[in-house]
């Protein structure tokens, strides 16, 4: 499970995917594939989680590595970057952002 932690020296991605309700499920579904078949198996994959809005027209995804270089590696991969081709097909767009964590609470 990932820890959300200020001092933790992870590297914290949000990527957020922008679709019409009619293809939410698709999307879903390659990347759940793309997390259980590749992603989760690459080098300083910590955790990642999925999370779809209620009208079906954006998912969250929130992932954590070991590094910024672990996570830009894998989005170079060939693999990565033929499933990503795919996934821009089913969207209207994605965006990955590094972040750090700021606060945290609870």
Not at 41 to 67: C, M
Not at 90 to 106: I, K, N
Request: proline letters at 5%.
């Amino acid at each position: 499970m990932p820890t959300i932690a200020k001092d933790a020296e992870t590297q914290t991605v949000i990527t957020t995917f922008e679709m019409t309700p009619g293809t939410c499920q698709d999307l879903l579904e390659a990347l759940n594939e793309a997390y259980s078949e590749f992603i989760s198996k690459q080098p300083g994959f910590i955790a990642a989680g999925l999370h779809v809005n209620d009208a079906q027209t954006r998912i969250a995804n929130y992932s954590q590595w070991e590094r910024r270089e672990d996570f830009m590696a894998m989005l170079r991969t060939p693999e990565m970057r033929e499933r990503n081709r795919k996934v821009n097909e089913l969207c209207r767009s994605f965006e990955p952002v590094m972040y750090d964590v700021a606060a945290t609470f609870g």
